[in-house]
Protein backbone atom coordinates (compact mmCIF):
# COMPACT_ATOMS: atom_id res chain seq x y z
CA UNK A 1 0.00 0.00 0.00
CA UNK A 2 1.24 3.16 -1.08
CA UNK A 3 1.45 6.14 1.59
CA UNK A 4 -2.38 7.15 1.66
CA UNK A 5 -3.01 6.79 -1.84
CA UNK A 6 -6.35 6.45 -1.28
CA UNK A 7 -7.43 7.90 2.24
CA UNK A 8 -5.30 11.22 1.66
CA UNK A 9 -7.43 12.84 -1.14
CA UNK A 10 -5.72 16.05 -0.90
CA UNK A 11 -3.05 14.64 -3.65
CA UNK A 12 -5.34 13.63 -6.65
CA UNK A 13 -8.61 15.68 -5.76
CA UNK A 14 -9.49 17.49 -3.22
CA UNK A 15 -7.07 20.57 -4.04
CA UNK A 16 -8.51 20.70 -7.82
CA UNK A 17 -12.29 20.39 -6.11
CA UNK A 18 -11.90 23.41 -3.78
CA UNK A 19 -10.71 25.17 -6.97
CA UNK A 20 -13.60 24.01 -9.27
CA UNK A 21 -15.67 25.59 -6.55
CA UNK A 22 -13.93 29.12 -6.32
CA UNK A 23 -14.50 28.82 -10.35
CA UNK A 24 -18.28 28.23 -10.11
CA UNK A 25 -18.79 30.33 -7.60
CA UNK A 26 -16.77 33.34 -9.46
CA UNK A 27 -19.18 32.57 -12.44
CA UNK A 28 -22.18 33.24 -10.47
CA UNK A 29 -21.54 36.58 -9.72
CA UNK A 30 -24.27 38.23 -11.32
CA UNK A 31 -26.83 35.64 -9.79
CA UNK A 32 -27.12 36.53 -6.00
CA UNK A 33 -29.13 33.30 -5.40
CA UNK A 34 -26.93 30.76 -7.40
CA UNK A 35 -23.77 32.77 -5.95
CA UNK A 36 -25.31 32.08 -2.21
CA UNK A 37 -26.41 28.14 -2.96
CA UNK A 38 -22.60 27.24 -4.15
CA UNK A 39 -21.42 28.88 -0.92
CA UNK A 40 -23.78 26.77 0.67
CA UNK A 41 -22.34 23.60 -0.97
CA UNK A 42 -18.69 24.72 0.11
CA UNK A 43 -19.50 25.37 3.99
CA UNK A 44 -20.92 21.70 3.89
CA UNK A 45 -17.71 20.20 2.77
CA UNK A 46 -15.93 21.98 4.85
CA UNK A 47 -18.02 20.86 7.67
CA UNK A 48 -17.56 17.64 6.30
CA UNK A 49 -21.60 16.96 5.53
CA UNK A 50 -21.26 15.42 2.64
CA UNK A 51 -24.63 13.79 2.51
CA UNK A 52 -26.71 17.47 2.35
CA UNK A 53 -24.01 18.76 0.31
CA UNK A 54 -24.89 15.98 -2.20
CA UNK A 55 -28.29 17.04 -1.74
CA UNK A 56 -27.70 20.53 -2.31
CA UNK A 57 -25.48 19.63 -5.30
CA UNK A 58 -28.15 17.77 -7.05
CA UNK A 59 -30.73 20.57 -6.54
CA UNK A 60 -28.13 23.07 -7.81
CA UNK A 61 -27.53 20.86 -10.98
CA UNK A 62 -31.67 20.56 -11.66
CA UNK A 63 -32.27 24.47 -11.19
CA UNK A 64 -28.88 25.38 -13.68
CA UNK A 65 -30.25 22.96 -16.02
CA UNK A 66 -33.77 25.07 -15.78
CA UNK A 67 -32.09 28.21 -16.02
CA UNK A 68 -29.22 27.58 -18.85
CA UNK A 69 -30.54 24.31 -20.75
CA UNK A 70 -28.39 21.08 -20.93
CA UNK A 71 -25.32 22.56 -22.92
CA UNK A 72 -24.34 25.79 -20.98
CA UNK A 73 -21.11 25.80 -19.17
CA UNK A 74 -22.40 26.75 -15.98
CA UNK A 75 -23.94 22.94 -16.32
CA UNK A 76 -20.91 21.66 -16.82
CA UNK A 77 -19.25 22.85 -13.67
CA UNK A 78 -22.72 21.68 -11.82
CA UNK A 79 -21.62 18.01 -13.22
CA UNK A 80 -18.31 18.11 -11.89
CA UNK A 81 -19.20 19.51 -8.47
CA UNK A 82 -21.66 16.68 -8.19
CA UNK A 83 -18.91 14.60 -9.38
CA UNK A 84 -16.50 15.65 -6.80
CA UNK A 85 -18.85 15.15 -3.81
CA UNK A 86 -19.36 10.95 -5.26
CA UNK A 87 -15.49 10.60 -5.98
CA UNK A 88 -15.00 11.94 -2.40
CA UNK A 89 -17.58 9.37 -0.90
CA UNK A 90 -16.12 6.39 -2.61
CA UNK A 91 -19.27 6.21 -4.72
CA UNK A 92 -17.28 6.02 -8.17
CA UNK A 93 -19.61 4.11 -10.99
CA UNK A 94 -21.73 7.50 -9.49
CA UNK A 95 -18.87 9.75 -9.87
CA UNK A 96 -17.43 8.60 -13.46
CA UNK A 97 -20.62 9.52 -15.58
CA UNK A 98 -21.01 12.47 -14.41
CA UNK A 99 -17.53 13.46 -14.72
CA UNK A 100 -17.62 12.33 -18.25
CA UNK A 101 -20.67 14.37 -19.02
CA UNK A 102 -18.81 17.27 -17.76
CA UNK A 103 -16.26 17.14 -20.66
CA UNK A 104 -19.32 16.47 -22.64
CA UNK A 105 -20.96 19.50 -21.51
CA UNK A 106 -18.21 21.78 -21.71
CA UNK A 107 -17.51 21.04 -25.19
CA UNK A 108 -21.05 21.43 -26.42
CA UNK A 109 -20.99 24.89 -24.63
CA UNK A 110 -18.75 25.84 -26.87
CA UNK A 111 -17.16 27.91 -24.01
CA UNK A 112 -13.85 25.77 -23.14
CA UNK A 113 -12.31 26.70 -20.06
CA UNK A 114 -9.36 24.97 -20.19
CA UNK A 115 -8.88 25.52 -16.01
CA UNK A 116 -12.00 23.81 -15.85
CA UNK A 117 -11.29 21.18 -18.15
CA UNK A 118 -8.31 20.09 -16.77
CA UNK A 119 -9.31 20.05 -13.19
CA UNK A 120 -12.02 17.57 -14.25
CA UNK A 121 -9.48 15.56 -16.33
CA UNK A 122 -7.11 15.34 -13.16
CA UNK A 123 -10.12 14.26 -10.98
CA UNK A 124 -11.51 11.72 -13.02
CA UNK A 125 -7.70 10.13 -13.98
CA UNK A 126 -7.64 10.07 -10.04
CA UNK A 127 -11.03 7.93 -9.42
CA UNK A 128 -9.24 5.69 -12.52
CA UNK A 129 -6.24 5.30 -10.16
CA UNK A 130 -7.81 4.38 -6.95
CA UNK A 131 -9.26 1.68 -8.83
CA UNK A 132 -5.92 0.97 -10.30
CA UNK A 133 -7.49 0.93 -13.85
CA UNK A 134 -3.86 3.07 -14.12
CA UNK A 135 -4.04 2.43 -17.88
CA UNK A 136 -7.57 4.84 -18.04
CA UNK A 137 -5.79 7.49 -15.77
CA UNK A 138 -2.68 8.11 -17.64
CA UNK A 139 -3.95 9.45 -20.71
CA UNK A 140 -6.07 12.42 -18.76
CA UNK A 141 -3.12 12.86 -16.08
CA UNK A 142 -1.28 13.39 -19.95
CA UNK A 143 -4.04 16.31 -21.61
CA UNK A 144 -4.57 17.95 -17.63
CA UNK A 145 -0.10 18.40 -17.78
CA UNK A 146 -0.56 19.64 -20.56
CA UNK A 147 -3.07 22.09 -20.27
CA UNK A 148 -1.77 23.04 -16.94
CA UNK A 149 1.84 23.89 -18.74
CA UNK A 150 0.23 25.34 -21.02
CA UNK A 151 -1.44 27.79 -18.77
CA UNK A 152 0.49 28.50 -15.97
CA UNK A 153 4.20 27.19 -17.07
CA UNK A 154 6.17 24.13 -16.44
CA UNK A 155 6.91 25.45 -12.56
CA UNK A 156 3.34 25.55 -11.20
CA UNK A 157 1.92 23.80 -8.46
CA UNK A 158 -0.77 22.25 -10.73
CA UNK A 159 2.01 20.88 -12.88
CA UNK A 160 3.84 19.70 -9.79
CA UNK A 161 0.60 17.76 -8.50
CA UNK A 162 -0.10 16.22 -12.06
CA UNK A 163 3.39 15.36 -12.55
CA UNK A 164 3.44 13.50 -9.07
CA UNK A 165 0.31 11.49 -9.87
CA UNK A 166 1.50 10.60 -13.53
CA UNK A 167 4.43 9.19 -12.03
CA UNK A 168 2.95 6.93 -9.79
CA UNK A 169 0.53 5.68 -12.52
CA UNK A 170 3.63 4.93 -14.12
CA UNK A 171 5.58 3.36 -10.88
CA UNK A 172 1.55 1.23 -10.45
CA UNK A 173 2.11 0.10 -14.08
CA UNK A 174 5.98 -0.87 -13.63
CA UNK A 175 7.46 2.00 -16.10
CA UNK A 176 9.97 2.70 -13.05
CA UNK A 177 12.91 4.47 -15.46
CA UNK A 178 9.95 6.53 -17.05
CA UNK A 179 8.44 7.42 -13.13
CA UNK A 180 11.76 8.69 -11.75
CA UNK A 181 12.31 11.85 -13.67
CA UNK A 182 8.66 12.63 -13.19
CA UNK A 183 8.85 12.00 -9.47
CA UNK A 184 12.21 14.12 -9.31
CA UNK A 185 10.83 17.23 -11.69
CA UNK A 186 7.30 16.80 -8.84
CA UNK A 187 9.64 17.21 -6.30
CA UNK A 188 11.43 20.17 -7.35
CA UNK A 189 8.30 22.39 -8.42
CA UNK A 190 6.32 21.17 -5.21
CA UNK A 191 9.43 22.34 -3.39
CA UNK A 192 9.56 25.48 -5.01
CA UNK A 193 6.06 26.11 -4.69
CA UNK A 194 5.06 24.90 -1.25
CA UNK A 195 8.05 24.99 0.82
CA UNK A 196 10.84 21.93 1.00
CA UNK A 197 8.89 21.38 5.03
CA UNK A 198 5.37 20.95 3.21
CA UNK A 199 3.31 17.87 3.24
CA UNK A 200 3.18 18.08 -0.32
CA UNK A 201 6.69 17.13 -0.88
CA UNK A 202 6.73 14.33 1.95
CA UNK A 203 4.02 12.54 -0.06
CA UNK A 204 6.11 12.77 -2.88
CA UNK A 205 9.45 11.89 -1.47
CA UNK A 206 7.52 8.37 0.36
CA UNK A 207 6.66 7.96 -3.76
CA UNK A 208 9.84 8.10 -4.69
CA UNK A 209 11.47 6.44 -2.08
CA UNK A 210 8.73 3.58 -2.94
CA UNK A 211 10.38 3.33 -6.54
CA UNK A 212 14.09 2.87 -5.19
CA UNK A 213 13.18 0.50 -2.75
CA UNK A 214 11.64 -1.39 -5.20
CA UNK A 215 14.72 -1.14 -7.76
CA UNK A 216 16.61 -1.72 -4.24
CA UNK A 217 18.44 0.80 -4.29
CA UNK A 218 18.16 1.33 -0.58
CA UNK A 219 20.70 3.87 0.42
CA UNK A 220 18.52 6.74 -1.45
CA UNK A 221 15.37 4.91 -1.11
CA UNK A 222 16.21 5.44 3.22
CA UNK A 223 17.54 9.06 2.63
CA UNK A 224 14.31 10.12 1.04
CA UNK A 225 12.04 8.24 3.28
CA UNK A 226 13.82 9.85 6.50
CA UNK A 227 13.57 12.73 5.07
CA UNK A 228 9.75 12.51 4.48
CA UNK A 229 9.71 11.49 8.10
CA UNK A 230 11.42 14.39 9.54
CA UNK A 231 8.47 16.55 7.34
CA UNK A 232 5.23 14.53 8.01
CA UNK A 233 6.65 14.96 12.05
CA UNK A 234 6.67 18.60 11.92
CA UNK A 235 3.82 19.10 10.03
CA UNK A 236 1.22 16.38 10.63
CA UNK A 237 2.57 15.42 14.32
CA UNK A 238 5.06 12.84 15.78
CA UNK A 239 1.85 10.58 16.28
CA UNK A 240 0.14 10.98 13.04
CA UNK A 241 -0.60 8.30 10.49
CA UNK A 242 1.50 10.01 7.74
CA UNK A 243 4.81 9.26 10.65
CA UNK A 244 3.34 5.67 11.40
CA UNK A 245 3.39 4.67 7.52
CA UNK A 246 6.68 6.36 6.81
CA UNK A 247 7.84 5.09 9.88
CA UNK A 248 6.79 1.15 8.61
CA UNK A 249 8.09 2.14 5.36
CA UNK A 250 11.92 2.74 6.30
CA UNK A 251 11.56 -0.30 8.61
CA UNK A 252 11.24 -2.13 5.42
CA UNK A 253 13.84 -0.75 4.01
CA UNK A 254 16.58 -2.09 6.62
CA UNK A 255 15.24 -5.56 6.49
CA UNK A 256 15.46 -5.69 2.64
CA UNK A 257 19.02 -5.17 3.68
CA UNK A 258 19.67 -7.37 6.56
CA UNK A 259 19.62 -4.79 8.64
CA UNK A 260 17.35 -6.34 11.51
CA UNK A 261 18.45 -3.62 14.71
CA UNK A 262 17.26 -0.81 12.92
CA UNK A 263 14.62 -2.60 10.70
CA UNK A 264 13.29 -3.43 14.76
CA UNK A 265 13.69 0.20 15.73
CA UNK A 266 11.16 1.61 13.40
CA UNK A 267 8.89 -1.36 13.55
CA UNK A 268 8.55 -0.26 17.33
CA UNK A 269 7.76 3.35 17.18
CA UNK A 270 5.34 2.28 13.91
CA UNK A 271 3.42 -0.54 16.54
CA UNK A 272 3.56 2.32 19.02
CA UNK A 273 1.74 4.91 16.80
CA UNK A 274 -0.50 2.50 14.56
CA UNK A 275 -2.07 1.16 19.02
CA UNK A 276 -3.48 4.83 18.79
CA UNK A 277 -4.57 5.02 15.15
CA UNK A 278 -8.08 3.09 14.73
CA UNK A 279 -7.28 3.48 10.51
CA UNK A 280 -4.49 1.52 10.47
CA UNK A 281 -5.92 -2.64 10.71
CA UNK A 282 -3.86 -5.33 13.33
CA UNK A 283 -3.57 -7.07 10.00
CA UNK A 284 -0.86 -4.70 8.84
CA UNK A 285 0.71 -4.93 12.19
CA UNK A 286 0.68 -8.68 12.41
CA UNK A 287 1.93 -9.00 8.93
CA UNK A 288 5.63 -8.66 10.17
CA UNK A 289 5.22 -9.79 13.75
CA UNK A 290 9.01 -9.96 14.19
CA UNK A 291 10.98 -7.91 11.83
CA UNK A 292 14.18 -9.34 13.03
CA UNK A 293 12.61 -13.35 12.70
CA UNK A 294 12.05 -11.91 8.81
CA UNK A 295 15.93 -10.45 8.66
CA UNK A 296 17.08 -13.88 9.54
CA UNK A 297 14.91 -15.53 7.78
CA UNK A 298 16.02 -13.42 4.72
CA UNK A 299 19.78 -14.16 5.40
CA UNK A 300 19.03 -17.90 5.20
CA UNK A 301 17.19 -17.65 2.30
CA UNK A 302 19.84 -15.70 0.61
CA UNK A 303 22.09 -18.08 1.42
CA UNK A 304 20.24 -20.67 -0.78
CA UNK A 305 20.29 -18.17 -3.93
CA UNK A 306 16.51 -16.20 -2.98
CA UNK A 307 16.20 -12.89 -4.36
CA UNK A 308 15.37 -9.94 -1.73
CA UNK A 309 12.17 -8.34 -1.69
CA UNK A 310 10.54 -4.92 -0.46
CA UNK A 311 7.39 -3.72 -0.11
CA UNK A 312 5.74 -0.05 0.51
CA UNK A 313 2.25 0.69 2.87
Known sequence: MEILNKNHLHRWTFIFLISVFFVFISSCITETGRKSYNLQIVRLLQ????EEAEEAAKNNLENTVKQHGKSHIKVAESLAVL?????????????EPLYVQALKTLKESGDIQKSLAAEI?????????????YSMAAPLLSRALLIWEDMYGENHAYVG?????LADNLKKQGHLQRAEPLFIRAVTILEKTYGNESPEV?????????LYGIQERYFEASRLYIQSLRIMEKVMGPDSLEVAVTLRNISNVYRAQGD??????YLERYNKISDKIPGIKDSLRAEVPSVTGMCLKKMVNADTGSSKSFQTL
Open 161 to 165: KTLDM
Open 47 to 50: ENKL
Open 121 to 133: LYNLAGLYQEQAK
Open 260 to 265: CMQADQ
Open 83 to 95: ADIYHLKGQYRHA
Open 202 to 210: GYTLNSLAG
